[in-house]
């Protein structure tokens, strides 16, 4: 599925829809370049999942992971500062991965092969300064049969002549 969204405040608002169907134990990959809206879209993610509004929600960038309280853990990763290929299992985030929260895992490709075989992975691309073209591609039949009533309530609102409804 690809959407696209026409400002930062529509990017935030489409991670927001996907948080809101997000459950304990899921995992979503935020891959693109800088300023690709990767941290936007994670902020709505973590509004979806309950965290307050007022409650900042940063890129972990130097921390390497943020954890938020809501409905469920949050647990933002951010591997940016790792050379890929890199073997992060030594670093035990492996028990987030499969914990009590939702994983999201900005910079995946540093992860080389410790990602589960199963998960969501969502690329943002840079159409102009405000569009973002945004890619879902669920990994395994559970991430499948998740995107699938999800993608459907997102089609009505991005996908009427490129106008979306927010």
């Not at 991670?15 to 709505?44: C, D, H, I, W």
């Not at 299992?89 to 914990?99: I, S």
């Amino acid at each position: 599925m690809t959407v696209t969204t026409k400002s930062a405040a529509e990017t935030e608002l489409l991670g927001e829809s996907l948080g809101r169907v997000l459950k304990p134990g899921e995992l979503v990959t935020l891959s693109g370049e800088l300023g690709a809206g990767k941290s936007r879209f994670a902020q709505g993610v973590a509004y979806g999942l309950g965290v307050e509004r007022s409650h900042p929600v940063t890129s972990p960038t130097y921390t390497i992971l943020n954890e938020y309280e809501g409905r469920c853990p949050l647990y933002h990763f951010d591997f940016y500062r790792f050379l890929p290929g890199e073997d992060l299992r030594d670093l035990g985030f492996e028990e987030q991965f499969a914990g009590a929260g939702v994983c999201l895992v900005e910079w995946p490709e540093r992860l080389a092969d410790s990602l589960p075989r199963e998960y969501l992975e969502i690329e943002l691309i840079v159409v102009d300064e405000e569009s973002r073209k945004i890619i879902f591609s669920p990994h395994g039949v559970g991430y499948e049969n998740k995107v699938a009533p999800w993608r459907e309530s997102v089609k009505i609102c991005f996908d009427r002549d490129g106008i979306s409804c927010y």
